[in-house]
């Protein structure tokens, strides 16, 4: 990648990182644009170590020995400039040394995701990009396969989702759902049980369930406050709910993906659930 020093905002190529604080902008211009921001040395390594592709990157002089050799082989710029400059051109201070524009990977089928996987979690409708980036590093930390989104859920590639996911959305396997709950369909074609994670008066409990689970889960977690739809529900093999205690009835969504994810993990060996 070629270096550009930057001391003014009239390159064109600036525009993918104008106004990062406005969220209508981000919805519009990353998911029907074909790109998204990638933000920290961290979550740009991570994202060409899965073989995303930079479109430009954008950083003070601090950070340019740190960045400049992971894009070496790649085409595009490096735009460099002074702290007040670039906090002008994206809003805010970039503490956490880069930003850059990447090109959206194509996204896998379903049947490709699936296969092979023995634990995945489905997200219905969540709209918090800090519950999905939350939720995926759970995942990623608990030994999970892959993730499931359903038309409506929030975009994983939402720089909030990737930050808070610490970047780990660039390298669980992840796709979209074409319809839903129409969708479950496709898990149990798979050989996947669906156990949707609700408050129901025919739930089984989450350590009950963890005993002796079936070789393949595939965990169904749905939106903040109304939790998952009633189509959902009739849609899974059955409900698990994880026990509460002092009154209080529910986790927030990402905290009970990790419990119920931990109860769920697979030993280092694959053999079968951990109880």
């Keep these: 990648m070629h270096v550009t020093r930057i001391t003014d905002l009239d390159h064109e190529a600036l525009a993918d990182y104008n106004r990062l604080t406005d969220v209508a902008l981000r919805r519009v211009t990353e998911p029907e644009g074909g790109l998204y921001i990638a933000e920290s040395t961290k979550v740009i390594e991570r994202a060409l170590r899965a073989g995303h592709v930079p479109r430009s990157v954008l950083m003070t002089d601090r950070w340019l020995p740190d960045i400049e050799p992971l894009v070496a082989d790649h085409e595009g710029e490096i735009f460099v400039g002074d702290a007040a400059l670039l906090e002008t051109l994206t809003g805010y201070h970039l503490h956490r040394g880069a930003l850059a524009a990447m090109h959206r990977p194509e996204l896998p089928t379903v049947e490709s995701v699936l296969d092979g996987a023995r634990r995945v979690v489905v997200l219905e409708d969540i709209v918090d990009h800090t519950n999905v980036g939350a939720i995926f590093r ?27 996911s610490m970047g780990t959305v660039l390298q669980v396997p992840w796709t979209r759902l074409p319809e839903w709950p129409a969708g479950a369909g496709l898990l149990r074609e798979a050989g996947f049980e669906v156990a949707a994670l609700a408050l129901s008066d025919d739930a089984v409990t989450l350590d009950a369930y963890a005993a002796a689970p079936p070789d393949r889960v595939a965990l169904l977690l749905g939106t903040e406050g ?30 009970a993906s990790a419990v119920a994810l931990w109860a769920l993990r697979l030993p280092a060996d694959g053999s079968a659930a951990v109880a």
């Design 138 to 164: 759970a995942v990623a930390s608990l030994g999970a396969d892959a993730v499931l989104i359903t038309p409506r859920c929030a975009d994983p590639l939402y720089r909030r989702s990737v930050r808070v």
């Design 226 to 255: 109304d939790g998952l739809s009633r189509a959902a529900l009739r849609a899974a093999d059955t409900v698990v709910t994880i026990p509460m205690l002092h009154g209080v009835d529910s986790l927030n969504v990402a905290a």
